[in-house]
């Protein structure tokens, strides 16, 4: 008895230290919550995804701040936040200014940049071409019945009212997909102007945020304007079809256009920073973008650090669900491969901070 007794007291402490090794290992990092901001575009998909969150497995609060891609990454910069949000790639010169190392462009949505407009006595939806889209936008074409407007919109009544142009007064990703369109439709506004998630408006007036164009175009009379699609159609806001890579079409923008935008490109870079607009295809919506979470590659707080990245791989895993029910794609199963390793490539002291 006494032997059987010992035998057993040995097998228990042989897995004692293994069980409290393994809940160790899968224990939920200390930190329940977390600070981000940036891209207005994606606010109304992680204002759902942040919602569902914290029910999650080893969920926590997020805070993200809708103020713009720009701010978004000066706020990561400048360690304000966890994490920053961008629908424009950050480019080498701002990578250059982190005091922290290597910073990671982690895709979470891609969506449609609608371009929006005011014409209460225009029932037809319009259809308009990259270049009349540049002439508008470089005050180049003044007034609704013009020529060039009327000649891909043959049978609509075309008012004799003036165009309000409303573009983003803030620093915003949205402004970088829009401009970067232009630029590769039009060699002028390439020329003049340029792209950017800041540009020198040729002409118009500014608005602050997605919602802010959104409302401003809303409430203007002639207005012209570009916001994410969830915004325009939240707000009961007219849009235009807009003439595909090919030009044989006029293409509105929905999940599945934006999606086949998506499947054109060809050549995706390491370290994901690329644009796809204007991308062959019958059915692409030509205006199309996606949205990065950016973060640093070496996480100063582990136990923070590990929360982010459970966080992070949640919304390009589970939260994907939310996506498409908000008009935004969820993410082809290649750049979820792509997100998976930026995700793995985070590091908390000399571990991974994600653990599957």
């Given at each position: 008895m006494l032997s059987l007794m010992i035998l057993l007291a040995a097998c228990g402490g042989s897995e004692g230290p293994s069980s409290t090794s393994d809940t160790a290992q899968k224990s939920c990092p200390a930190t329940k919550a977390l600070n981000g901001g940036g891209s207005t575009f994606v606010n109304p998909l992680f204002s759902k995804m942040f919602t569902e969150y914290p029910k999650a497995a080893c969920g926590a609060n997020v805070n993200y701040q809708s103020i713009g891609s720009g701010a978004g990454i000066n706020n990561l910069l400048q360690n304000i936040v966890d994490f920053g949000a961008t629908d424009a790639p950050m480019k080498d010169d701002q990578l250059a200014k982190s005091k922290n190392g290597p910073i990671l462009h982690i895709p979470v949505t891609l969506g449609a940049v609608a371009i929006s407009?005011?014409?209460?006595?225009?029932?037809?939806?319009?259809?308009?071409?990259?270049?009349?889209?540049?002439?508008?936008?470089?005050?180049?074409?003044?007034?609704?019945?013009?020529?060039k407007i009327k000649e891909s919109n043959q049978g609509v009544n075309m008012p004799k009212q003036?165009?309000?142009?409303?573009?983003?007064?803030?620093?915003?990703?949205?402004?970088?997909?829009?401009?970067?369109?232009?630029?590769?439709?039009?060699?002028?506004?390439?020329?003049?102007?340029?792209?950017?998630?800041?540009?020198?408006?040729?002409?118009?007036?500014?608005?602050?945020?997605?919602?802010?164009?959104?409302?401003?175009?809303?409430?203007?009379?002639?207005?012209?304007?570009?916001?994410?699609?969830?915004?325009?159609?939240?707000?009961?806001?007219?849009?235009?079809?807009?003439?595909?890579?090919?030009?044989?079409?006029?293409?509105?923008?929905?999940?599945?256009?934006?999606?086949?935008?998506?499947?054109?490109?060809?050549?995706?870079?390491?370290?994901?920073?690329?644009?796809?607009?204007?991308?062959?295809?019958?059915?692409?919506?030509?205006?199309?973008?996606?949205?990065?979470?950016?973060?640093?590659?070496?996480?100063?707080?582990?136990?923070?650090?590990?929360?982010?990245?459970?966080?992070?791989?949640?919304?390009?895993?589970?939260g994907q669900r939310y996506s498409e029910p908000l008009t935004y794609v969820p993410l082809p199963d290649n750049i979820v491969a792509r997100s998976e390793a930026q995700i793995k490539a985070m590091k908390c002291g000399d571990a991974p901070c994600y653990a599957a």
């Open positions: 407009y005011n014409l209460p006595d225009v029932s037809e939806r319009l259809k308009l071409t990259g270049p009349v889209i540049a002439d508008i936008f470089l005050g180049k074409i003044t007034s609704w019945d013009d020529p003036p165009i309000t142009i409303v573009h983003r007064s803030d620093g915003s990703g949205t402004t970088g997909i829009f401009t970067n369109y232009l630029a590769v439709i039009s060699p002028e506004w390439k020329a003049k102007v340029g792209a950017g998630t800041t540009v020198n408006w040729p002409a118009g007036v500014g608005g602050k945020g997605n919602e802010g164009v959104a409302a401003a175009v809303k409430n203007t009379k002639g207005g012209i304007g570009y916001s994410e699609l969830a915004y325009v159609l939240k707000n009961n806001i007219s849009y235009a079809a807009v003439q595909n890579a090919d030009g044989n079409t006029f293409v509105e923008p929905t999940v599945a256009t934006t999606k086949a935008d998506a499947a054109g490109v060809k050549t995706i870079p390491d370290d994901l920073r690329f644009y796809i607009v204007n991308q062959p295809g019958k059915d692409s919506y030509p205006v199309s973008g996606f949205v990065w979470v950016v973060a640093y590659q070496n996480q100063m707080n582990a136990d923070k650090g590990r929360a982010l990245a459970n966080m992070l791989w949640w919304v390009t895993h589970d």
